[in-house]
């Protein structure tokens, strides 16, 4: 099999394309997608599957999570943090300053 350049007289794949891709309808890929650069999504980004993430999650916009977010390491909230529900702490729990508790509260254990 030959491989095939586009504005690539040396193609390295066997479809080498140098400069913009353009598609107007679906792509489908059935096996992986690797990017070299930055990805911009213009829309939602589906994912059917787990995700891994090897680094950073920035989110710069609000974000809703439908389900459990499960965080194996530190976390850390800064600014104000509002729970609309029940906040339940299983382990060690650090307060550096002030808790402000409106309404009835009931201890388990002695504090």
């Known amino acids: 099999m030959s491989s095939v350049g586009i504005q690539n007289n040396s193609p390295s794949a066997t479809l080498d394309i140098s400069g913009t891709l353009h598609a107007t309808s679906s792509v489908d890929f059935d096996s992986t997608l690797t990017v070299d650069g930055q990805v911009t999504f213009m829309n939602t980004l589906e994912v059917n599957q787990g995700t891994t993430l090897k680094s950073t999650l920035n989110v710069q916009g609000a974000t809703d999570l439908d389900t459990t977010l499960n965080v ?8 104000n943090v ?8 299983q382990g060690h729990t650090e307060l550096d300053q002030t808790l402000n508790v409106d309404g009835d509260t009931t201890l388990q254990n002695h504090l």
């Open 72 to 79: 194996d390491g530190t976390s850390r909230l800064r600014g």
């Open 82 to 89: 509002t729970a609309d529900n029940q906040v339940n702490v």
